[in-house]
């Protein structure tokens, strides 16, 4: 599957005329929960020609190529990652600490040493704080729920709780943020849960679990509320201006 990937990367590079500085794994595989037949989520980051950049017309920044049963693989502009990392965007963060990595040059390298200075804690709690509370008011209702719903509510949860401990982004696999965050006596609890997910279709069914469930409820107002007390953080632009010049010269 790996070759397979790599060949559709190559592809968009020829049929797209750009150049591609990452691409890694994004989804329940990088996050270490995957199902038998879970697809392949890639995600990379792309670069245009200079003259591209300059046309009044403009271009899209995100290339949509292609979403099936098995691969979904789009990924952003190199201008639309560098505005989403001004701002802290998550999804940048976890895109670079992806432990299934296919593709990554000496470019991404550099956008990759900028990534400190511009995390914000604030806006990352409050990110994953709405992700998880989104997940388990539209998902995790029922008598019975969809188990892979659990995991996308869980994760970050641990992902906040991983900001407060450390000070900085948290890492992609779920079982290395149960380890560090998850409270003990939660652990039995969450680890048959995982041995189930991990052996059920993507749209395999579990019975609601009240332990499970007044935990997230707890940590969405816990994180809400230290989120809401953070000073918003001051960052610059230069340092992404300077490598955005830089790297559309190819």
């Not at 969450?190 to 395999?204: A, H, N, P, Q, S």
Request: aromatic fraction near 12%; include cysteine; charge should be negative.
């Amino acid at each position: 599957m790996r070759e397979i990937i790599l060949e559709e990367l190559r592809k968009i590079e020829e049929v797209e005329k750009v150049k591609i500085i990452m691409a890694v794994e994004s989804g329940s595989r990088a996050w270490g929960f995957a199902s038998p037949d879970s697809d392949y989520d890639v995600r990379f980051i792309y670069v245009r020609k200079l003259e591209d950049y300059l046309k009044l017309e403009g271009n899209r920044d995100v290339i949509e190529w292609k979403l099936d049963e098995v691969l979904d693989i789009n990924g952003w502009d190199l201008r639309k990652a560098l505005r989403l990392l001004y701002k802290s965007n998550p999804t940048i963060f976890e895109w670079s600490a992806s432990p299934i990595v296919y593709w990554e040059t000496e470019d991404f390298k550099k956008l990759k040493k900028l990534l400190p200075r511009y995390f914000s804690m604030k806006k990352s709690l409050y990110h994953y704080r709405s992700m998880a509370e989104r997940t388990y008011i539209e998902h995790l209702q029922g008598e019975e729920v969809k188990a892979k719903k659990y995991f996308y509510s869980m994760r970050p949860l641990l992902a906040a709780k991983w900001i407060l401990d450390k000070k900085c982004a948290p890492p992609m696999l779920f079982e290395e943020l149960m380890e560090a965050e998850l409270e003990e006596i939660l652990k039995p609890e969450v680890e048959k849960l995982l041995k189930i997910k991990r052996d059920l279709t993507e749209m395999g069914m579990v019975k609601k679990n009240k332990i499970i469930d007044e935990y997230i409820e707890k940590s969405v107002l816990e994180t809400e509320k230290i989120a809401g007390n953070m000073e918003n953080e001051s960052v610059e632009w230069k340092p992404l201006n300077d490598l955005f010049l830089e790297m559309i010269q190819w």
